[in-house]
């Protein structure tokens, strides 16, 4: 096993706009990746690159020293010793859970013995062992799902690639899926790479976190890292639920700013140069000494009350509540810390 | 560590080939050779001869003026049924719609025979009740407006299968706003309902007229006996008395039938195009109208039509499979089941016919099988321009009339194999040939589809776990497609038991075919014997729609013809 290396990835389908264009990352041994972007930016398309269903129109991937796909050739997803959980999961509805989870250990000609072994493992993983001789159309969502994953867990796979794979489930399932997912990687430790347009999903999962739009890569970090401090208007937009403001900066300055430095970029200052600002709702805090704006809009979320609040040359904030306020009302805030993006 | 490349999509090198190959054999090499003779014998004037010889305009007229009349019947009773059985409150519709779509699987020459024994003066049935005409008086059926007749009620299930899938595939909601919005079910029938399903309508009768044109059983048992030819049977009449021109002359009139048909085709497929509307909001159950007092009549009406049109005409052909002697008249006590052991147990011509179709059929069934799993594959997994080639050039040996592809045959196969240089000519493999070549659609259709419906996943998910091309196609998509193979088995054994336009030009001494042992047996004037074989063979269609039906659950949409 080795590291699974992008090196300038790029696939044209010939519609015009090519899907994915010079993506190179490199992905440690071992490690969770999340691929996150909104959706039609390519993702899919990268992960089927990588698993061998599409060749790429520019571009390599490799794994350790073994080159996997190039313009030229490519080892077909038979050879890679990968595994995937697809959206759909993909189990053959002809065949039992056992049956499913136990195939790829038949087409590599294990024994009975050793097969009903590891099947019995694997379905113990994912807690379905009482399922075995079910079909997969007798299973819940959250069932197959699991199925899906323990088919991945019999081979030992170098690489799992999982696409969108809680996109079918209801809320209440995926955070127990979440939790089948990290002990999944924990047990397993393959190198995983989950495809998601779910911040809070990528960032609760993986050890690393890729931002994609257009087909491009924009950014990899880890959770925290990424969070902290994202690089550009589409990945501060993508991450964090903040509001990006346009404000005069400090040419020279920090990106982290705190509401002290911060006061003056509020003060109109015509001809500056206008920089994208990530204000976080968590940062916006009630004070009299602060902005003046109006509330725009505010919906009771349960533990709290989420705002929009217009300022005063229009832009709009977004901030948290613990006391109820009614649209239309005048406050003032203060912003605790906001980042250059 | 396996340090090799090698290309993607690891499907074998040879399939695309393969694919390929094969319908070059069996679409372009035999069409394009009846062309080029058609064309090579145009051009050197062989075709004067055949323009000034009377005959042949009246074939022409005679075909023209059958198909159009039976196209009339065809849409009357076809429309109606599809009418009463789709929108309205009609009880018994599973019973009604499968006894209506029967005459479309019984061989035409059976339908032909039947209603011959239903009437006429030596009509076994009508003797036994006693109304049977004054011998010496002419069989009314041997006449134009008889094969029209019988060519509107073979092909009347096909504007009722037209206009049927039209109808089902109404807007719903499109009809629920229409009476929310004050129309009466009579308004929103007319206004509504009626111009929606008018390309269904039009197609079915494009199909119909088609089927007439290419059709041979019903003008040859009808036709024949009164010298009224169409060009089907005109072509078989030249064969018959084989001359210098006969290739050239052939050639010619398949052309021309072939011309008709692929008319009839572009109009089916210009109407069927504007189609698209259909898209637009739900299509479901169609509202069903309520008949209220009228309900009790038009059930009485539809069941009297089955009875004209198929329970009396096959009474009449068990009533003469039973009779004693051609004549005799039929009681209780003088019906025999002489002629049924005559065809199954001592004649050697009915017994080799048997032995001819049903391996013939099997042949045909299983072999486009394996043939057909792989060319629907490739069809599913290629691209939208390619799979409607394959799909196009698969499609034009079974919608070009059976007649014209026989022709094909025999040219292409007159002279000796060119390597092999023996002849298959007047052996059982040139009939082998022609059913794959005509009936590879049958077996396509329906596998293509349940390819096409098969998420592409389930192959990939497969193709992950290691598994190569072969055991894939084994072990997860076979098994999946196995019930769409079930059916293509089916109908291919089915049409091709009962074929005899291929077969009727085709076969030799020791070659015939069941279709072509009842015309003999007909022509050689054994009514009886021909009539126990037709009730077998309805037996058999039976059997097989039955087994048809019982999988029809588990089958993409559109794969048993007589459902929609
Ligand atoms: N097989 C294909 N042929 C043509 N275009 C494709 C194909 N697959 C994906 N695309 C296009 O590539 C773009 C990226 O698609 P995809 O990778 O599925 O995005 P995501 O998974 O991020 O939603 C989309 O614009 C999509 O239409
Ligand atoms: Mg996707």
Known sequence: MAQLILNHLSKDFGTGKPAVTGVSLKIREGGFLALLGPSGCGKTTVLRMIAGFEQPSDGEIFLGEWRLADVNAMVPPEKRNMAMVFQSYALWPHMSVADNVGYPLKVRGLSRDARDRKIREALEAVRLDAYADRRPADLSGGQRQRVALARCLVTDPDVVLLDEPLANLDRHLRQEMEETFREFHARSGATMIYVTHDQAEAMALATDVAVMAEGKLLQVAPPQEIYARPEGRIVGGLIGQGAILKLPWPVSGDRALEWPALQPSFVPKPGAHLADVLVRPQDVVFSDEGLDVVVEAAVFEGERHALRLRLADDQTLRAFSRRTVAVGDRIRVVIRSAWRL | ?564
């Open chain 2, 1 to 564: 560590m396996p340090r090799f490349l090698t290309l993607g999509n690891s499907q074998p090198r040879w399939l695309f080939p393969f694919v390929l190959t094969v319908l070059f054999l069996l679409s372009v090499l035999p069409l394009g050779r009846l062309a080029v003779t058609g064309i090579l014998s145009l051009v050197r004037g062989g075709g004067d001869g055949l323009l000034s010889d009377p005959g042949l305009w009246a074939a022409l007229w005679n075909t023209l003026t059958t198909s159009f009349y039976g196209m009339l019947v065809s849409v009357l009773i076809g429309g109606s049924f599809a009418l009463l059985l789709t929108l309205f409150d009609i009880r018994g519709k599973w019973i009604l719609g499968f006894l209506f779509m029967l005459p479309m699987m019984i061989p035409p020459q059976v339908t032909a025979l039947s209603w011959v024994g239903l009437t006429g003066p030596s009509s076994t049935l009508l003797k036994a009740i006693g109304m049977a005409p004054p011998l010496g008086s002419p069989q009314p059926l041997y006449s134009i407006g008889g094969i029209a007749l019988l060519l509107g009620v073979q092909n009347a299930p096909l504007v009722y299968l037209a206009l049927r899938a039209g109808l089902l595939a109404l807007p719903r909601d499109g009809i629920e706003a229409a009476r929310l919005s004050g129309a009466s079910a009579l308004q929103v029938l007319r206004d509504i309902i009626l111009p929606l399903a008018l390309p269904g309508f039009a197609a079915g009768a494009a199909m119909a007229f088609v089927s007439n044109v290419g059709n041979f059983g019903i003008p040859a048992i009808l036709g024949i006996p009164a010298s009224i030819y169409t060009l089907p049977t005109l072509i078989y009449a030249k064969f018959a008395s084989f001359g210098p021109s006969t290739f050239a002359d052939i050639s010619l009139l398949s052309g021309l039938i072939a011309l008709l048909s692929v008319a009839g085709l572009l109009i089916e497929e210009r109407v069927l195009r504007g189609r698209d509307y259909r898209i637009i909001g739900l299509s479901g159950r169609t509202a069903v109208f309520q008949l209220k007092g009228w309900r009790a009549v038009s059930e009485i009406l539809l069941w009297l039509v089955l009875l004209l049109i198929l329970i009396l005409p096959f009474a009449a052909l068990v009533a003469s499979s039973l009779a004693p002697a051609y004549g005799v008249p039929l009681n209780l006590k003088t019906a025999t089941t002489h002629a049924y052991e005559e065809v199954l147990l001592r004649q050697s011509v009915t017994q080799t016919a048997f032995r001819n179709s049903i391996g013939l059929s099997l042949a045909t069934a299983f072999g486009l099988l394996l043939v057909t799993v792989l060319m629907g594959y490739v069809v599913a997994r290629s691209g939208r321009r390619l799979a409607a080639l394959i799909g196009a050039l698969a499609d034009i040996p079974y919608a070009l009339p059976g007649i014209v592809l026989a022709v094909a045959c025999i040219l292409l196969f007159a002279a000796p194999l060119p390597v092999f240089g023996v002849s298959i000519y007047g052996t059982i493999w040139i009939l082998l040939f022609a059913y794959f070549s005509s009936f590879l659609a049958v077996s396509l259709r329906p596998i293509a589809s349940a390819f096409r419906q098969l998420d592409p996943s389930l192959e990939e998910a497969a193709r992950l776990a290691g598994a190569g091309f072969a055991r894939r196609m084994r072990d997860i998509l076979v098994p999946l497609i196995a019930p769409a193979a079930g059916a293509a088995v089916i109908l291919v054994f089915l049409i091709a038991c009962n074929e005899l336009t291929v077969s009727a030009l085709l076969w030799s001494a020791g070659t015939q075919t069941l279709g072509v042992a009842i015309y003999n047996l007909d022509d050689s004037g054994s009514f009886n014997l021909a009539s126990a074989l037709s009730v077998l063979v309805v037996g058999m269609v039976v059997v097989m729609m039955f087994l048809l039906e019982l999988l029809a659950n588990r089958l993409p949409k559109g794969v048993v013809p007589w459902r929609s």
